[in-house]
């Protein structure tokens, strides 16, 4: 699977981006989908999980789950990022990923296709 994240952008802290990630194939709806970010000089940590199948069992970093909703429209191969009440910390680059191996998946190693990342610039 290939997958496309779109939605980055500059915003004052406060303010709102929802990101999205395509991706290509018929089969979206087996893959737990992911969002990732990593900030210049940092690791690529967890943000957010949804489950595969129409379920949508999902699951947050406490970092942000008080401010993020991911959710999945399997008609249209996508997943969603709604970013509320964004920081200065939260500036990173954004990257979606994929398993077909998990139901829900939360580390890096678990996930074996990614996007190219988007960029999350918050001003204060």
């Known amino acids: 699977v290939q997958l496309q994240a779109s939605g980055g952008g500059l915003v004052q802290a406060g303010g709102s981006l929802r990101l999205s990630c395509a991706a290509s194939g018929r089969t979206f709806s087996r893959f737990a989908m992911g969002w990732f970010r990593q900030a210049p000089g940092q690791e690529r940590d967890f943000v957010a999980s949804i489950s595969r199948g129409g379920s949508s069992t999902t699951y947050y970093a406490d970092s942000v789950k008080d401010r993020v909703t991911i959710s999945r429209e399997n008609a249209k191969n996508t997943v969603y990022l709604q970013m509320n009440s964004l920081k200065p910390e939260d500036t990173a680059v954004h990257y979606c990923?994929?398993?077909?191996?998990?139901?829900?998946?939360?580390?890096?190693?678990?996930?074996?296709?990614w996007g190219q990342g988007t960029l999350v610039t918050v001003s204060s």
């Open positions: 990923a994929a398993t077909a191996d998990y139901g829900l998946a939360m580390t890096r190693s678990q996930y074996d296709y």
